[in-house]
């Protein structure tokens, strides 16, 4: 990685952990509407590693895609980072995200360049009125040089390295010429044209087909090895996680809830909202005939906040006088392997201290 | 014995293909060129494919939602006998509609924004006068309950309830008139997982209740092989491979079928392997290649597949392939699964039980949770 011509201000005291490319620490973002605040993130904790793929998974509401543009201060207008810092880059020249003006020099300079994102929809996230050479083109130029064709040179040679066939026609195209896989593709090859040593991914095969989408992990898979570039791979889906992801983040309601390295997170689930996921989809060869197991409920909506754990009007092992009242803190899972935490008053660590003996002794009282 | 509900044979639908300025017509986009398939009396027919394989066009032509451009769609009616839906004229319809509905795949867009869900539900009970005043609210408030809502949402407007809540009003429309089939386009591809669950748990419930027949169009093979007795693999607007769900996704006689099974995303870390890649896309239905359609992506094409359009023919117990191969080629199936490996919750609630009586020593304070590295 090239560092950067513009000098960021440095965080005295802020560490990133030495393996993280990215250190997400206790962010909370907010977002102001006529109806009331809603608390999109309640302090999120996660360290992207380097070199590895981190799968942040949950469903619609839980917080993965605005996390995301957190980090890359692109959160939408009413949207605002109201705590928490995201570390960038490691020691000596660590940056906090959040303090960076999102128009200034200095994040423009990390976004598009250092940072990229590809997004769920490769249709609205092209321009049109543009062929895609120009698009790729136009973060070359921003970042790495001002020759009109060296830029055009390496446009052609990043859509040649996601595979496009025939890259130097492709980018003379228009995004509506080509096929979703395809615009999918142009995407990825937009986000890797400056050697970005984070690639964000939000749900970039949510729209595509099965077979478009295992040639786009397999490509994904690809780059990433041959790059050792960090990816963050936001998605709903355990298919693509299992098949993609070193680490797992579970997020719910703005919280991580579980972590783990991916084969522990679907050989041994912890929380109850992790295991209600996986048991939740259709498993080829198990089960047919029977009825799903289901969560009951909805993800509650956004402006009602529940108090304790939020998983525990949903959740079948919710504990009276516990889980309704005291949020879980995040706690290693005891004889569990390295980086695998849980969120969940199920398990010891989870319940804060004061809070623990508390609920205990006035039990004791009712008992 | 199976008891044929639906017979669809040779169906098509082409749309034209207008440019220029007289709006000529310049070609035609074959979406469902001769597709052939029997549904039986209360089973749950699955049809998949990807994204532009005519799979839904298929399912709203069966319905008459568009006109057929040839083949035949027979309806056994109890009364009327086998009728041809394609043909069949203003009172035959009015007679078959109400027993042929359908759940459509987006719950925002299917529901009318400006009128509430007991006026949706009941609409079309109005419209074929079958309830009444009191009566029609009473019924309205039934499907309610059926499909796991409260009687007091009918006076609600579809915007307050979520996607899986949307959903259900959509089937509680759609079972309004006792229907015996239902053509289900994508109902649960809209929705959280875990909202998907229970939309596929009462599709299956309903099923079993009132003795429904469904049409499942998917592009979800995981979802497809929990819920359908039998299925059907449409690519470029024919059906390649129909069998039950065991001989097709166990034993495929269709190079696409493999395909498409290699390429799903196993929710398993320890099974991850190189699918069975599928170069390219899908090619425009407007101009299909010659002889078998799947031949330029096809691992296994020679010479004959080149030129030779392949008839979807029986290769014993009812499974039906249109490739020339066929008979010659071992083809991967799926592999199943293992089931979730689970900690039994009761174990772990009964450990937070005997623990919480003596709180641990090492709890972590507050805020120090994160950044476990």
């Known amino acids: 990685m090239t560092p950067t011509s513009i000098p960021t201000a440095t ?21 102001k509407t006529p109806l009331g605040k809603v608390n999109a993130l309640n302090g999120v904790n996660f360290d992207v590693p380097r070199g590895r793929v981190l799968g942040i998974v949950g469903e619609s509401g839980c917080g993965k895609s605005v996390t995301a543009r957190a980090i890359l201060q692109i959160v939408e207008k009413a949207g605002t980072i109201s705590k928490g810092r995201i570390l960038f880059r490691s ?60 830029a055009r040179r390496r446009a052609v040679e990043v859509l040649r390295r996601v595979g496009m066939p025939n890259p130097e026609q492709v980018a003379r195209t228009y995004p509506h010429q080509l096929s979703g896989g395809m615009r999918q593709r142009a995407m990825i090859a937009m986000a890797l044209s400056c050697t970005p040593t984070l690639l964000i991914a939000d749900e970039p095969t949510t729209a595509l087909d099965v077979t478009t989408e295992a040639q786009i992990l397999q490509l994904m898979r690809d780059l990433q090895a041959e790059s050792g570039m960090s990816i963050m791979f936001i998605t709903h889906s355990m298919g693509v996680v299992a098949q993609l992801c070193d680490d797992v983040v579970v997020m719910y309601l703005g919280r991580v809830v579980e972590r783990a390295p991916v084969d522990d997170l679907f050989y041994n689930p912890k929380h109850p909202y992790t295991i209600s996921l996986l ?34 009007p949903r959740c079948p092992s919710a504990m009276k006088g516990v889980c309704d009242t ?27 201290l004061d809070v623990a003996v508390d609920t205990v002794s006035e039990r004791e009282e009712e008992e | 014995m199976p008891d044929p509900l639906l017979e669809v044979t040779g169906l098509k639908k082409h749309f034209p293909v207008k440019n220029g300025l007289l709006r000529r017509v310049v070609g035609q986009v074959k979406a469902v060129d001769g597709v052939d398939f029997t549904i039986n009396r209360g089973e749950t ?11 839904s ?7 008459r939602l568009e006109e057929p451009t040839g083949g035949e769609v027979v309806y056994h009616h109890e009364e009327l006998g086998p009728v041809n839906i394609g043909t069949a004229d203003r009172q035959q319809l009015k007679r078959l509609r109400p027993e042929m509905q359908i759940i459509f795949q987006d719950p ?11 006026r949706i539900i009941a609409e079309p009970m109005v419209i074929n006068r079958t309830h009444h005043g009191r009566e029609l609210r009473d019924r309205v408030a039934e499907l309610l309950t059926v499909v796991g809502l409260r009687p007091e949402h009918a006076s609600r407007y579809p915007h307050a309830f979520s996607g899986g809540q949307r959903q259900r009003i959509g089937i509680a429309r759609a079972l309004a008139l006792n229907p015996k089939l239902i053509v289900c386009d994508e109902p649960v591809s809209a929705l959280d997982v875990s909202v998907q669950a229970q939309v596929l748990n009462l599709l299956e419930s309903l099923q079993a209740q009132f003795d429904l027949t469904y049409l499942f169009v998917s592009h979800d093979l995981s979802v497809v092989e929990h819920i359908a007795d039998r299925v059907a693999v449409m690519y470029l607007g024919k059906v390649v491979e129909v069998g039950t769900t065991d001989q097709l996704f166990y034993s495929p006689k269709m190079p696409y079928t493999e395909a498409l099974l290699s390429a799903l995303p196993k929710p398993d870390p320890r099974k991850r392997t190189r699918p069975t890649l599928l ?34 023919r029986d290769l014993g117990g009812g499974q039906l392939a249109a490739c020339h191969l066929a008979d010659s080629l071992e083809l991967k199936g799926a592999e199943p699964l293992p089931d979730v490996p689970v900690i039994s919750a009761e174990e772990a609630v009964r450990a937070a039980a005997s623990r919480n009586s003596r709180p641990p020593a090492d709890v972590a304070p507050h805020g120090t949770q994160g950044a476990m590295s």
């Open chain 2, 57 to 63: 066009t298929t399912g709203r032509t069966v319905l």
């Open chain 1, 11 to 31: 965080v005295p005291g802020a560490r990133t952990p030495a393996d993280a490319v990215v250190s997400v620490q206790n962010l909370h973002v907010e977002f």
């Open chain 1, 91 to 150: 020691q000596p020249d660590a940056v906090d995200l959040t303090s960076l003006d999102p128009q200034g020099r200095e994040m423009r300079s990390i976004r598009g360049k250092e940072i990229s994102m590809i997004f769920q929809e490769p249709m609205t996230s092209l321009n049109p009125v543009y062929t895609i050479g120009d698009q790729i083109e136009e973060a070359v130029r921003l970042h790495q040089t001002r020759d009109k064709d060296e």
């Open chain 1, 326 to 352: 005291v949020v879980p803190i995040e706690a290693p899972v005891e004889g569990g392997v390295d980086g695998h935490g849980v969120r969940c008053h199920l398990y010891p660590g989870c319940t804060p």
């Open chain 2, 279 to 312: 170069t390219g896309d899908v090619p425009s239905p407007a101009n299909p290649p010659h002889g078998c359609h799947f031949h330029p992506r096809c691992k296994y094409a020679q010479d004959r597949c080149r030129t030779e359009v392949p008839q979807l």
């Open chain 2, 108 to 118: 925002f867009s299917s529901l009318d924004a400006r009128m509430t869900v007991g």
């Open chain 1, 279 to 312: 048991r939740s989809i259709p498993r080829i060869g198990v089960g047919r005939g029977q009825p799903l197991e289901s969560m009951k409920g909805g993800v509650p909506d956004p402006y009602s906040t529940v108090p304790g754990c939020p998983f525990h």
């Open chain 2, 45 to 55: 027919f699955g049809l998949v494919g990807e994204s532009g394989c005519g799979k």
